[in-house]
């Protein structure tokens, strides 16, 4: 019954809240923090099913009835993704003070809030795939809610990509579920390891990895990211980065560690996506100059990092340990570090109103509060021994190393270096572009014609600082107990992704581990002082020194060359064999009333022109008539043959 | 007599619709309460033939093999319940859309008439007598696509007949042929004994594809899909909202009782027929998404739309097993109902804007923004948005063309989710750009919605759309009835 109510409560909570907000705003906020508090509460009442599944059933919606589970992995994103959307609500509250449309903002973050709450939850992957959509769908509403032009621009390619990926996934659960008769997720590995068809397999799980990979801002399939997380209103960037995208993560650890379970093939490949996002994430960060883009952009590479965690798992085979609990771990950090960094980011930006690096430099000099909260989350993410950060990425590494190690003998041994030198070089850029936003919000001095409004002190508000300061809180006591916090969760999780308990961890504070760290500091500290300092600044020294935006306004992938391809080169093509097809009844009708001496009719050689309009029948007609139809047959015609005579 | 209920659902709209054209209403009002009962009696009727037993009647013996007959099943209550459903949300729309129109009297005739054509079609027991409501029913809704007498709906109409009567030329043939094997072709679930021992089953292969492709025609098969797409946006938009919602259904409908009461699914199962009407139905879903994509003006794009989507319904059909049925009939309940909501809304956006075409809609939502909801809710219900309707039965249409089997299966299966994507394509927009024009259409925005008429009955068609479609236990109960006869 409780399990019932994880996604249905918001639901509810979400007309609600409506009702609500049309008699008061101040009442609307604080019953949307409520909702979000009461759905904590109803996570952790189940608490003691962290360890043993506990199953519901909505039997009856949409036909195949929702199945629901709850336990290990699962249980700890339901945690993190009730107590992600307590902190936005709250946030919220002061974030949101003079926004417009609001009803229609906190309808649907409530509604994402039960969806997601409904993907961790699935028990299979029809269930995960409703799910997965209601909540695709109600954040567009999220990212499109100021109504901007860039907004609505960036919520579009959103939408695009969302939609485009959503149904690729459906089919590869169709596929799946073809093969295997089954998408139950815990009974996927049984009947995957002796079914026959590999291929089809593949091909299912590819279709599907294309769909979660999306959502988890995978390249090459990243382009939507940098775009729609910046567009959104900060707290919802913080969902969508901390949270969401983590659902992707959700189907990408069903595949990797039920459907193809220690299959090398597979781990391969998921290990050049990983190290390609990495990269391309960290580069796309170094080279923005806009905080949130930065911190989208390094969602991304993140991601990389998570989905080499993932690869790894599966080339590991049985000796996974290590990368189940560094994927485990990095993904909880990634979390509570984008939940921390997009609100301050919003902080920022309720105060300045801009987020360009060059318009807030400076902002930081005299926050004391927001510069501690802001480090503490950023050296997590670079990760400097010390915090969480530091040993989510570690466990990674060594899970490399052991790989390397147990692969001595294989032909893809080079690869697996390759990976650990990748690893290790975008380790040093994510420091060289954290440094980036930190020396230029915190250090430096900010531009002549803000310097006297920034030097005014003013705090955070309260509610905002409270929501920031618990997931840093968490970040230092992750980092501070490794052994006591780190590990318990991890183990936890590893029911979910089928690992062993580790048998031996590495210490975190050998001179190994150290060793590996401070190679990439000084990678990082190198790489920042070459390439931010000395290639994308203007004016170095002068009081107007800026930053410069390193991606050329043709390197956008997105615009230059996906969607002209999706939107009209691809439609264009089908279009014009359609419409030859489309034509042919009306082109047997018009020779059948040519045939009959009806050809005087210019009426019905016209009616294909646009109905409502006057037929015409000058100096366009030969536009819509008879001899364009039959210029167009003829040219379908030559087309057919020369297929058939070429090919 | 239980079958006086069935023939009264027939009767009564066909008499009351030729009685509209003898009667003078005073007023607007008496008119509309005239109609709108008539209707309730029919929709009174066809509820009760609903619940009687089933029944198989010969009323009139015209010679041997040339009989009228009656018959009620799951499967016609299935389709007479949905066309008088729609026909009743539709007409009670069509009183604030149609208010200053002309030729008002002559619209609700013929528009009553062709309602009971329709129930003639779901109850007919045999082909002869589905052929002559087939024709009844052509015939009595060129008026409505003529309704407004320009000359585009000249040509449309002219084009709509063409194609009509051209379609049920060569059902024609198939009805004689298979009248004259089986003495009457009574339609039997599962197949005509007689037909199925018929021992020169090459000619019958050819005459039951070309029957398919004349009964294609109505439900806007490729190769005779042109008119769908000059006739339906023509039409007012009532008239469109019953042609793509319940009109073409009655194609489909043909082809069930062709298929599965007639040859029997055995001989069709395999054959050469199946792989080349798959490929057919095929090609239209293609040709319906793309081009729907592709076309700016907003009715024409809903009647691409619909040469798509009923198209999926074929496919269903066509592929002959369980699951794909299940699809095909969950779609035929579904696309009624969202395909009367858009051509419903998009008829009260062109009655409040008086623009038709996409491109200038951009903001239309800020202005009838309950409108837009209930076409935000069918459009994303036809992309296949979980948990709404469509999906639902894309599952199963998929998972039906899965269990075909071979490289066209996967074809198919590829191709539908082609096609979503292509309606995501073409509906999306419209809802995006309505909602959110940007700052640069900030213009006063005044409240547009329709009169209250309208927005009662889109709403009421929206909300029964999705309590079917979350919840669809009750319809696929009853579908599973009609299935569990067949296979």
Avoid at chain 1, 478 to 493: D, M, T, V, W, Y
Wanted: proline share 3%.
């Amino acid at each position: 019954m409780l399990l019932i109510l994880l996604p249905l409560f918001p639901a509810a909570g979400a007309v609600t809240v409506l009702i609500a907000g049309r008699k008061n705003a101040k009442v609307r906020a604080y019953t949307v923090v409520a909702v979000c508090a009461i759905e904590l509460v109803l996570v952790l009442m189940l608490a003691g099913h962290f360890s043993e599944p506990l199953t519901a059933r909505i039997g009856g919606v949409a036909d195949f009835g929702l199945n629901l589970t709850v336990g290990s992995f699962r249980y700890i994103y339901l945690v993190l993704t009730s107590l992600g959307w307590l902190l936005a609500a709250l946030f919220g509250i002061e974030y949101f003070s003079h926004h417009h449309n609001l009803n229609r903002y906190y309808f649907f973050l409530l509604l994402t809030l039960g969806a997601t709450m409904g993907v961790f939850a699935s028990a299979d992957l029809i269930t995960t795939f409703i799910f997965f959509e209601i909540m695709s769908f109600s954040a567009y509403v999220l990212i499109v809610h100021d109504e901007k032009r860039e907004s609505i621009e960036a919520a579009n390619v959103y939408l695009g990509v969302s939609v485009i990926s959503g149904l690729i996934l459906l089919l590869g659960i169709y596929l799946l579920y073809h093969a295997l008769g089954t998408v139950q997720i815990d009974s996927l590995y049984a009947a995957a390891n002796g079914y026959a068809n590999k291929k089809l397999l593949y091909a299912a799980c590819g279709l599907m990895f294309f769909g979660f990979a999306t959502k988890a801002g995978t390249f090459p399939m990243h382009v939507w990211l940098p775009k729609a997380h910046p567009a959104a209103p900060a707290p919802a960037s913080a969902l969508l980065s901390g949270i969401m995208i983590k659902t992707g993560f959700f189907g990408l650890l069903v595949i990797a560690c039920e459907i193809l379970r220690h299959d090398v093939l597979w781990g391969n490949i998921l290990l050049v996506f990983g190290l390609a996002t990495m990269l391309a994430g960290a580069f796309l960060a170094l080279l923005s100059v806009d905080l949130k883009r930065i911190l989208a952009c390094s969602s991304i590479s993140q991601s990389g990092f998570i989905t080499t965690g993932i690869a790894m798992q599966c080339l590991l085979g049985t000796h996974n340990a290590l990368a189940a609990y560094g994927t485990t771990l990095h993904m909880i950090n990634h979390t509570l570090i984008k939940l921390c960094l997009f609100m301050l980011a919003g902080a920022i930006y309720t105060e300045t109103h801009a987020l360009g690096l060059n318009k807030i430099k400076g902002f930081g000099r005299n926050k004391t509060y927001l510069m501690i909260v802001f480090a503490v989350a950023a050296l997590s993410l670079m990760g400097i021994a010390g915090t969480s950060g530091y040993i989510s990425k570690t466990l990674l590494h060594e899970s490399i190393v052991e790989q390397i190690a147990y692969s001595a003998a294989d032909k893809m041994l080079w690869f697996y270096h390759v990976a650990e030198y990748v690893f290790m070089f975008t380790g040093g850029l994510t420091i060289a572009y954290m440094l980036k936003v930190f020396i230029a919000v915190f250090v430096e001095k900010p531009a002549a014609e803000n310097a006297e409004a920034y030097g005014k002190k003013k705090p955070m508000r309260p509610l905002s600082a409270a929501a920031v300061t618990v997931p840093a809180l968490m970040l230092i006591a992750f980092g501070f107990f490794p052994h006591k916090l780190c590990e318990k969760i991890a183990e936890s999780a590893l029911a979910f992704l089928h690992a062993h308990a580790a048998a031996h961890l590495p210490h975190y504070l050998s001179y190994t581990c150290i060793q590996g760290m401070l190679i990439t500091l000084a990678l990082g500290v190198i790489l920042y002082f070459v390439l931010v300092r000395l290639l994308l600044m203007r004016k170095k020294g002068s009081a107007n020194a800026h930053y410069v935006r390193g991606i050329p306004e043709w390197g956008d992938l997105e615009r230059e060359f996906y969607r002209p391809v999706v939107l009209n080169v691809i439609p264009s093509f089908l279009a014009v064999f359609c419409r030859v097809l489309d034509r042919l009844g009306d082109m047997a009708a018009a020779l059948a009333m040519m045939a009959y001496g009806f050809i005087k009719d210019e009426v019905y050689l016209t009616a294909s022109k646009r109905e409502g309009d006057e037929p015409v029948v000058g100096e366009n007609a030969v536009l819509d008539t008879i001899s364009s139809s039959l210029l167009l047959f003829s040219l379908g015609l030559l087309a057919v043959l020369s297929y058939i005579i070429f090919i | 007599m239980r079958y006086m209920f069935a023939l009264a659902a027939v009767i009564v709209p066909i008499a009351g619709g030729a009685l509209l054209g003898v009667l003078k209403f005073k007023k607007q009002i008496h008119r509309n309460i005239y109609v709108v009962a008539t209707l309730v009696f029919c929709a009174a009727f066809t509820g009760a033939a609903a619940l009687s037993s089933d029944i198989s009647v010969n009323l009139l013996k015209v010679a041997r093999g040339f009989e009228f007959a009656f018959k009620v099943d799951d499967l016609s209550r299935f389709f007479s319940l949905l066309a008088v459903l729609i026909w009743l949300i539709v007409t009670v729309y069509s009183f604030g859309y149609m208010e200053n129109e002309h030729a008002q009297e002559r619209f609700y005739a013929f528009f009553l008439m062709t309602a009971g054509a329709v129930q003639g079609i779901c109850y007919a027991g045999n082909l002869i007598t589905m052929y002559v409501f087939y024709e009844a029913m052509t015939l009595a809704s060129f008026p409505l696509v003529l309704h407004e007498q320009s000359p585009a709906a000249f040509a449309a109409c002219k084009k709509y007949l063409i194609y009509s009567f051209a379609g049920a030329a060569l059902a024609l043939i198939g009805i004689f042929y298979f009248s004259f094997i089986s003495e009457g072709a009574a339609f039997t679930a599962g197949g005509i004994a007689r037909i199925a021992q018929y021992a020169d089953k090459k000619y019958m292969a050819g005459i039951y594809f070309i029957m398919i492709l004349g009964f294609g025609c109505k439900a806007g098969m490729f190769p005779l899909n042109a008119w769908l797409t000059s006739a339906h946006p023509t039409a007012p938009s009532p008239a469109s909202a019953v042609l793509s919602g319940i009109i073409t259904k009655m194609g489909v409908f043909a082809i069930i009782r062709t298929t599965f009461y007639v040859v029997g699914t055995e001989f069709v199962a395999g054959s050469w027929m199946q792989t080349a009407l798959l490929m057919l139905a095929g090609v239209s879903v293609l040709i319906g998404s793309v081009l729907a994509y592709r076309t700016d003006h907003l009715k024409k794009r809903l009647a691409y739309s619909t040469v798509s989507q009923v198209s999926y319904i074929l496919l269903g059909v066509f592929l002959l097993n369980e699951n794909a049925f299940k699809g095909a009939l969950l779609h035929v309940a579904f696309h009624a109902l969202m395909k009367s909501v858009m051509f419903l809304s998009a008829g009260a956006f062109i009655f409040k804007t008086h623009k038709i075409h996409v491109s200038e809609m951009k903001g239309i939502g800020k202005m009838m923004p309950k409108t837009m909801l209930f076409f935000t809710v069918a459009a994303l219900c036809m992309i296949g948005v979980p948990p709404l309707g469509g999906f639902i039965s894309k599952t199963y249409l998929v998972m039906g063309a899965f269990n075909f089997g071979g490289y066209l299966s996967y074809t198919l299966g590829g191709l539908l989710i082609l096609s979503a994507l292509f309606s995501a394509g073409y509906l999306l927009p419209i809802i995006v750009g309505g909602y959110f024009p940007g700052h640069d259409y900030e213009t006063v925005y005044i409240n547009k919605e329709p009169p209250a008429s309208m927005r009662i009955s889109i709403g009421t068609a929206a909300a029964l759309l999705s309590i079917i479609s979350v919840l669809p236990g009750a319809l696929t109960a009853f579908i599973a009835d009609i299935i569990i006869k067949l296979f």
